[in-house]
């Protein structure tokens, strides 16, 4: 049986500024992980934004699970929507390959929770099919799933706090408008940093 995980995170910024900066938590210093990001589809829907993208991160094991896991590093599906009219974000990400030995599925949902707050209800389901060590992969991939949270919510807060610095008390709670051409933008901007980043370590290396 599949392993679940669920937790909330409140984040001290608008909706606004969350849906923008969503698209550039990438690169940030506590998610070194993430080694690129690639846009596959992006769509303007129903006054939503509709966008499909390619991660990949690095794909760290302890000993025993390199005869399981030889990939040094694993891709990941991220699919989006936006609802910028009723202020919505929802992302669905799940890994490709290896998903016999292990399948991640995360839900996260983006909602404004007071003013100057936004809220990710985050739902994840860890399952595994290997024969005879489906208990100790599940278990290692919720453990494993769980401190990625910490250091992801870290690592937003990060570029958040970088993108909307307040300086007075008085800004925090200051409402931003973006439209979905501005969150568009940025997303599309955000894959080019993720592509100049990965030339910039092939050249240096």
């Not at 794909?59 to 030889?70: A, L």
């Not at 990939?71 to 998903?99: C, F, M």
């Not at 007071?114 to 099919?129: E, L, N, V, Y």
Request: charged fraction near 25%.
């Amino acid at each position: 049986m599949a392993r679940y995980f669920e937790n909330s995170t409140t984040f001290n910024f608008s909706w606004d500024q969350v849906a923008l900066g969503y698209w550039k938590r990438y690169p940030n210093p506590l998610s070194t992980h993430v080694l690129s990001e690639d846009t596959c589809s992006r769509q303007v829907k129903d006054g939503c934004l509709y966008t499909k993208r390619l991660l990949t991160k690095t794909n760290r094991v302890p000993k025993w699970g390199e005869r399981f896991f030889s990939a040094k590093s694993v891709k990941i599906i991220e699919e989006s929507i936006v609802d910028p009219e009723r202020k919505v974000l929802i992302t669905y990400t799940r890994n490709l390959g290896y998903t016999k030995v292990m399948s991640v599925v995360e839900r996260v949902e983006y909602r404004p929770a007071g003013p100057g707050q936004t809220i990710a209800k985050r739902s994840a389901w860890i399952d595994s099919q290997v024969f005879g060590f489906s208990r100790a992969i599940r278990a290692f991939g919720l453990d494993r799933f769980r401190k990625n949270c910490n250091q992801m919510v870290n690592g937003f807060n990060h570029v958040l706090h970088s993108m909307f610095p307040r300086p007075a008390a008085a800004h925090a709670i200051a409402p931003v408008a973006h439209t979905l051409k501005e969150m568009r933008d940025a997303a599309a901007a955000a894959t080019d940093r993720a592509k100049a980043n990965v030339l910039s370590s092939v050249n240096r290396s």
